[in-house]
């Protein structure tokens, strides 16, 4: 069982950044790989990034390559997102997930394990 709480949304101005992160419980954290998605209002939950256990590959949507990078630091149990260039269209709920395989995936459905969300506001 892994329990995982994000942190960091916020509101900020378009052009500006933050940080996401996503602290996991459970001792099975460095084995298995890690998801950010998001939720915008009327839409449903789309992949932002993801990692895979070791942090050694990383997978990105179209629409955040280049502007976004996930990491993670498995001695803290947490990975992060770090988002720059924020646009209004990212605007959304944030959400951290673990599924319980190394390798990474891009589907809500092949993860096992979802935070709360924290809510990500970019005001033009």
């Known amino acids: 069982q892994v329990q995982l709480v994000e942190s960091g949304g916020g509101l900020v101005q378009a052009g500006g950044s933050l940080r996401l992160s996503c602290v996991g419980s459970?001792?099975?954290?460095?084995?298995?790989?890690m998801g950010w998605f998001r939720q915008a209002p009327g839409k449903e939950r789309e992949f932002a990034a993801a990692?895979?256990?070791?942090?050694?590959?990383?997978y990105y949507a179209d629409s955040v390559k280049g502007r976004f990078t996930i990491s993670r630091d498995n001695a803290e149990n947490t990975v992060y997102l770090q988002m720059n260039s924020l646009k209004p269209e990212d605007t959304a709920v944030y959400y951290c997930?673990?599924?319980?395989?190394?390798?990474?995936?891009?589907?809500?459905?092949?993860?096992?394990?979802w935070g709360q969300g924290t809510q990500v506001t970019v005001s033009s």
């Open positions: 997930a673990a599924r319980r395989y190394h390798s990474i995936a891009n589907y809500p459905e092949e993860y096992d394990y």
């Open positions: 990692i895979n256990w070791s942090g050694g590959s990383t």
């Open positions: 459970g001792r099975s954290f460095s084995t298995i790989a």
